[in-house]
């Protein structure tokens, strides 16, 4: 089975400085896909981030930046210009393609995101 | 708004008690999958329909059980439930393409409370 791993369970950050969020996994298989989810407080699940494991070029979405290294099972989440609208919970998340996509999403434990103004 | 609904917000029952919750998926989403939130056990998968049939089991209970409807609406259904089911539920949809699901897209939430 599948496993992810979300080492820290609270990070802070500066309004418009840089953080990153950790996240490891495990897995045998050679296709999936990771995500990072966003839950602030109305606990909405939001979809931040998305990476193939077929693709080597690191995914971005405008101040949002992902670090996967696929042979170290790594993937962490840059948040760059932090603002107040980012503190959240942000969830790592995985899927295996072995069913096309068919299975559930294995969630980290997440990290719990704040912003010091 | 993801454009997935789920009803109600909120429930509170009691212990031995049975609930249904309901969603719909995206406009065009074949695929619904259900997940619970929990202090003690974080987020888990549960069950996944595709188009009306069972897909993909994760974690789920045998007190629980899911359908899928022709109009793609989807149904939880909880039975005999403890202190240990009050969770956050979610349920999510996703889009076919190219033969493979992409990316799921959460509902709201019902929050259950077992009293």
């Known amino acids: 089975a599948q496993t992810v791993t979300q080492s820290q369970p609270e990070m802070s950050v500066q309004e418009a400085e840089t953080v990153t969020l950790s996240c490891t996994y495990d897995?045998?298989?050679?296709?999936?896909?990771l995500f990072w989810y966003k839950q602030p407080p109305s606990r909405q699940m939001i979809l931040v981030i998305r990476?193939?494991?077929?693709?080597?070029q690191n995914a971005t979405e405008n101040r949002f930046s992902v670090n996967f290294q696929k042979a170290a099972k790594s993937f962490s989440l840059k948040i760059s210009d932090s603002q107040l609208g980012d503190a959240a919970m942000y969830f790592c998340?995985?899927?295996?393609?072995?069913?096309?996509?068919?299975?559930?999403?294995?969630f980290g434990k997440g990290t719990h995101l704040i912003i010091q103004p | 708004d993801s454009g997935v609904t789920q009803t109600p917000k909120h429930l509170i029952t009691a212990t031995g008690q049975r609930v249904t919750l309901r969603c719909s998926p995206r406009s065009g989403d074949l695929s619904v999958y259900w997940y619970q939130q929990s202090l003690d056990q974080g987020l888990q998968f549960l069950i996944q329909y595709y188009n009306g049939e069972e897909r993909a089991k994760g974690n789920i209970l045998e007190r629980f059980s899911a359908q899928q409807f022709p109009d793609l609406h989807s149904e939880l259904n909880l039975s005999s439930l403890e202190l240990g089911d009050s969770a956050l539920y979610f349920c999510a949809s996703s889009v076919e393409l190219a033969g493979r699901l992409g990316e799921q897209f959460f509902g709201p939430g019902t929050r259950l409370t077992v009293l």
């Open positions: 998340a995985y899927r295996s393609e072995s069913g096309g996509g068919a299975d559930g999403l294995t």
């Open positions: 990476q193939e494991a077929y693709k080597q």
């Open positions: 897995t045998s298989e050679s296709d999936y896909y």
